[in-house]
């Protein structure tokens, strides 16, 4: 099953933005989820990381800017991205952790521009 991403958009440098994935409950109950993003010209890379039980990492160029969350309610995982840079323009993915190769959704583009 394809997980796909919402939310993305155009914003300023500096301004917030929050993303969206619906997933299963079977997936978000047992399986880690993970917020990834290819830049133009880049390899796609895993930018957030969170575990069934909520533990979350991020790549050293989101760390302190970017938040992971789960809603159990709402059967969806967040990515929060505040102070968005310029180099934070790609298309963004939901997708399990480490990924699951039938699940890429057509992501989400977000462009940080003046």
């Known amino acids: 099953v394809q997980l796909q991403a919402s939310g993305g958009g155009l914003v300023r440098p500096g301004e917030s933005l929050v993303l969206s994935c619906v997933v299963s409950r079977v997936i978000l109950d047992f399986r880690a989820l993970g917020w990834y993003r290819q830049a133009p010209g880049k390899q796609r890379e895993l930018v957030a990381h969170?575990?069934?039980?909520?533990?979350?990492t991020y790549a050293d160029s989101v760390k302190g800017r970017f938040t992971i969350s789960r809603d159990n309610a709402n059967r969806a995982v967040y990515l929060q991205m505040k102070s968005l840079k310029p180099e934070d323009t790609a298309v963004y993915y939901c997708?399990?952790?480490?990924?699951?190769?039938?699940?890429w959704g057509q992501g989400t583009l977000v462009t940080v521009s003046s």
């Open positions: 969170i575990t069934p039980d909520g533990r979350a």
């Open positions: 997708n399990l952790s480490p990924a699951f190769a039938d699940s």
